[in-house]
């Protein structure tokens, strides 16, 4: 390298800008970011209604979507609309329909990631009721001595 000084001072010159780009950074609170918070609850009755299922996707006939090959596990956005209608989505994606021309398709989608919080709800409810049966038993027991 024939100015070696050069390649040092650009490289500590980066650094430098790394640094001053992370202390502007702006850190949100998190009580700030979300607003209306509520606890999640009821939702061990509301899960029972739902239907996993295994599917696959028709990438043959709908190649121009981009939808995953082979065996896939789910909902079927139809089955959760009732139970969770917050989780469903209509997904728009623009496909090519000819020569200079494309079209809009949509579908219904079910977001699997947002029905993460509400699987942790409904733990928490059974994980309650089996702690109230358990002393229930145990007072039970103590009786029939």
Same mark, same amino acid.
């Given at each position: 390298?024939?100015?070696?000084?050069?390649?040092?001072?650009?490289?500590?010159?980066?650094?430098?800008?790394?640094?001053?780009?992370?202390? !502007?950074?702006?850190?949100?609170?998190?009580?700030?970011?979300?607003?209306?918070?509520?606890?999640?609850?009821?939702?061990?009755?509301?899960?029972?209604?739902?239907?996993?299922?295994?599917?696959?996707?028709?990438?043959?006939?709908?190649?121009?979507?981009?939808?995953?090959?082979?065996?896939?596990?789910?909902?079927?956005?139809?089955?959760?609309?009732?139970?969770?209608?917050?989780?469903?989505?209509?997904?728009?994606?623009?496909?090519?329909?000819?020569?200079?021309?494309?079209?809009?398709?949509?579908? !219904?989608?079910?977001?699997? !990631?947002?029905?993460?919080?509400?699987?942790?709800?409904?733990?928490?409810?059974?994980?309650?009721?089996?702690?109230?049966?358990?002393?229930?038993?145990?007072?039970?027991?103590?009786?029939?001595?």
């Amino acid at each position: 390298m024939k100015y070696p000084l050069l390649g040092k001072s650009a490289l500590f010159g980066l650094l430098l800008s790394v640094c001053a780009f992370s202390a !502007n950074a702006q850190k949100i609170d998190e009580k700030e970011l979300k607003v209306e918070v509520q606890k999640v609850s009821g939702s061990t009755q509301q899960l029972i209604s739902l239907e996993p299922v295994k599917f696959r996707y028709d990438v043959k006939k709908y190649k121009h979507l981009g939808l995953p090959a082979g065996s896939q596990y789910g909902f079927l956005a139809s089955n959760v609309q009732s139970s969770f209608p917050d989780l469903v989505h209509e997904t728009s994606k623009q496909v090519p329909s000819g020569k200079n021309s494309s079209k809009v398709a949509s579908y !219904n989608e079910v977001d699997n !990631n947002d029905l993460i919080p509400v699987l942790v709800a409904a733990i928490k409810e059974q994980q309650a009721e089996i702690e109230n049966l358990k002393k229930e038993v145990g007072l039970l027991k103590q009786k029939a001595k």
